[in-house]
């Protein structure tokens, strides 16, 4: 069985500027720790995810920014195509933007479920991962960014941002690969 790696990208904001809504940064930083935003980059290097007043997108994007956390998570081809087919088609309907859920999952007494008719970032990359198996048994209305990083990370196999992770990969190519006929560097 071929194993696949899809990439959970959270990012944090190191400084505001007028680009951010800075209210809705503020209270997301706030309320639910350093992460504000997450994405999920698909080995095609198409990512997905969802903005403020926007909708679903999948498109290319590098996510090199120095201020994301990149997680990269083992999957099986079941389970990435599942989470590829999922993207594809929300992105298809255009799903909105859920602003209002996403104060709401700071809230326990004020959460409601997902509906699939509207996401924020950490519900929409939630029910992604469900797709795939994974936090099957978690609420995707209550997942704040910081929370699933927190749930994921010890499930994926390489942490770091996009230069760590680079030196890791080709680190971990000149450990696994056989030279010269050889088992390679321990």
Known sequence: ??????????????????????????????????????????????????????????TPRALTSPCKKLLNLSVTDAQYNAMREFAVQTNKRNIPFNKSGFFRCAFPFIWKRCDDRSYFCSEYATRLLQQAGWLEGFEAGRMHPTLLMDL?????????????????????SGILAPKNGGYGRL
Request: proline content about 1%; some cysteine.
């Open 152 to 172: 994921m990370q010890p499930h994926c196999l390489l942490t770091g941002n996009e230069a760590t992770l680079r030196t890791a990969s080709i680190s971990l």
């Open 1 to 58: 069985m071929r194993s696949r790696t899809v990439t959970l990208a959270f990012h944090k904001v190191e400084e505001l500027d007028k680009r951010h809504e800075m209210w809705q940064t503020r209270a997301g930083m706030w309320f639910f720790g350093q992460y504000v935003h997450v994405d999920l980059r698909f080995e095609d290097g198409t990512a997905t995810s969802i903005h403020n007043k926007g909708t679903v997108f999948l």
